[in-house]
């Protein structure tokens, strides 16, 4: 789960560095760059060397990367549409409510996590 989290992250920021992933996602630094590792041998990730600083390294989707978390997100989407349906309308509904309010919580967090909550949100 945590290499599609990765994937799923460098597909919507391409560029990011390990310490970079790591703190977005609350991960110890030598955690991310094993995962990482891992990822560049399989041919999910790319490391490309900053030309600016050639000890720093961005991270980037191979397209077999982004080929893999295309299929995964698409495989899950279609294993909840499939549990979603045999259950009742009101726990539909329910869930439904509660995913906006998880998607709210979800953006708040990253706005506070980049420092970008305003004094007038708070």
């Known amino acids: 789960m945590a ?3 990765i ?3 460098l597909s919507e920021e391409p560029g990011l560095r390990v ?5 977005r ?11 990482i590792q891992q990822m560049v041998v399989t ?9 600016s600083d050639r000890r720093a390294v961005s ?13 995964w997100l698409h495989s899950n989407q279609q294993r909840i549409t499939a549990a979603l349906e045999h259950l009742e309308p009101e726990p539909r ?5 509660a995913l906006l309010a998880l998607e709210e919580l979800a953006d708040s967090l990253e706005k506070v996590d980049h420092g ?7």
């Open 3 to 5: 290499q599609v989290e």
């Open 7 to 9: 994937l799923q992250r």
């Open 19 to 23: 310490s970079e992933l790591a703190r």
């Open 25 to 35: 996602h609350r991960l110890a630094t030598n955690t991310v760059s094993t995962l």
């Open 43 to 51: 041919d999910l990730v790319t490391r490309v060397t900053d030309k």
């Open 59 to 71: 991270l980037h989707l191979t397209e077999l990367g982004q080929a893999s978390l295309t299929g």
């Open 93 to 97: 509904r329910l869930i439904r409510e």
């Open 116 to 122: 970008l909550e305003t004094e007038s949100e708070t």
